[in-house]
């Protein structure tokens, strides 16, 4: 009984159990779950060479060499390597093994198998995704240092220049125009310097609240791009935490990006409220939409990105979309306890359910 309670444990966490000899590397016993783990009959894992011979290419010298060092210095050891199953799939195993020797050589092998293939496929998917974060990081501080450099200094060099060339003017109507129109490039120069700030931390967020920052986006979308927002936003807590405001404005900043590369819409409708348990935050756009099961979902930057954020404050996105159909994108982040005590009415944000087309 102790035996089919062990053996059925084996089963469900996919360990297999086997025992092979050291000389000829020839497997003497597997369990049943050999046949469950790569699809072989048990009958050919007991033929010579039956190891070797299903080791993935890039791993077999490095595990075949691995397994005679270590059984001839260690009683006990691990080892990890690939295997190809019988329908091609590549299964990760990780090897705990005991030696058993003889006048104290290695006689006899006997060890567990453990199905890693999950966590290594989850390993190097964390790994991509790390990377392609961090050269989207670099990227976007690529962007600003050439905006910075090309644009802002340039402009400010001139702005020096014409400001040095000022005291030679002698015409006082030549000096007001000239007057004016420095003005006006300083003007332009501190809205590009504020567009680029807000891009990198919008300072709304941290002194007005989530609700704020959003309609200030939407504003700022409208009024660039050719693309009309509307906005509904409802009462809202003024005691959010930081990391969940963040959160939801960068889910929302994103979703909007992607509606005016991608989706090619006229219009997007944003909406933005809270209940007693979570912030609900929904976009939805009338552009060309996109197949569910494309490449769009499954390795998209953007998408990627947001569920990463959610997954680390516990929230869910759903999404929903179909070619030529629009794509709706509805966001949940649970609240603490105790972050709803205090709701605001902040001005024409405050009459329930607030509908503005900006």
């Known amino acids: ?31 049943e779950q050999a046949v469950n783990m790569l699809g072989y009959p048990a009958e050919e894992w007991y033929q010579l060479d039956f190891l070797p011979v299903h080791l ?7 595990a075949m060499a691995e397994y005679v060092q270590y059984s001839n210095t260690q009683d006990n050891f691990e080892l990890e390597y690939r295997m190809i199953a019988k329908d091609g799939r590549v299964v990760w195993l990780h090897n705990l093994v005991s030696v058993i020797r003889e006048h104290g050589r290695p006689k006899t092998i006997q060890g567990f198998s453990i199905d890693i293939t999950e966590r290594k496929l989850n390993e190097a998917a964390l790994s991509d995704l790390s990377g ?10 690529r ?13 400010m060099a001139l702005l020096s220049i014409e400001l040095e060339q000022i005291g ?32 990198l931390h919008p300072a709304k967020l941290d ?47 994103e979703a ?13 409708r944003l909406t933005l409220g809270t209940n007693s348990n979570e912030i609900q935050l929904s976009v939805s756009d009338d552009g060309c939409g996109f197949k569910m099961d494309s490449e769009i979902m499954k390795k998209g930057l953007g998408f990627t990105s947001m569920r990463e954020r959610l997954r680390i404050v516990g929230g869910e996105m759903q999404v929903h979309s179909q070619p030529m159909h629009g794509t709706l994108i509805e966001v949940s982040v649970p609240l603490g306890r ?5 709701l605001s009415r902040p001005n024409d944000l405050s009459r329930g359910l607030h509908l503005a087309q900006l």
């Open 1 to 31: 009984q102790e035996a089919e309670r062990l053996q059925r444990l084996l089963n469900v966490t996919r360990v297999l159990t086997w025992e092979a000899r050291f000389s000829t590397s020839r497997f003497t016993s597997v369990s």
């Open 207 to 253: 002194h007005l609240g989530l609700a704020a920052a959003v309609k200030s986006l939407c504003q700022e979308l409208s009024a660039k791009k050719s693309i009309d927002v509307e906005l509904q936003l409802s009462e809202f807590p003024t005691n959010l935490p930081k990391d969940l405001t963040l959160c939801v404005f960068r889910i929302a900043q």
């Open 143 to 155: 962007r600003v240092a050439r905006e910075l450099h090309d644009d802002l200094n340039q402009r």
């Open 256 to 268: 909007l990006g992607n509606c005016v590369r991608h989706s090619g819409a006229d219009k997007v």
């Open 56 to 62: 993935h290419p890039d791993d077999r010298e490095r």
């Open 132 to 141: 392609r974060l961090i050269n989207a990081q670099e990227e976007e501080r």
């Open 338 to 342: 105790g972050e709803t005590a205090f």
């Open 168 to 199: 030679q003017v002698n015409d006082l109507t030549e000096l007001h125009c000239q007057l004016e129109s420095l003005q006006i490039q300083a003007r332009e120069i501190s809205a590009d310097i504020h567009r680029l700030s807000y891009k």
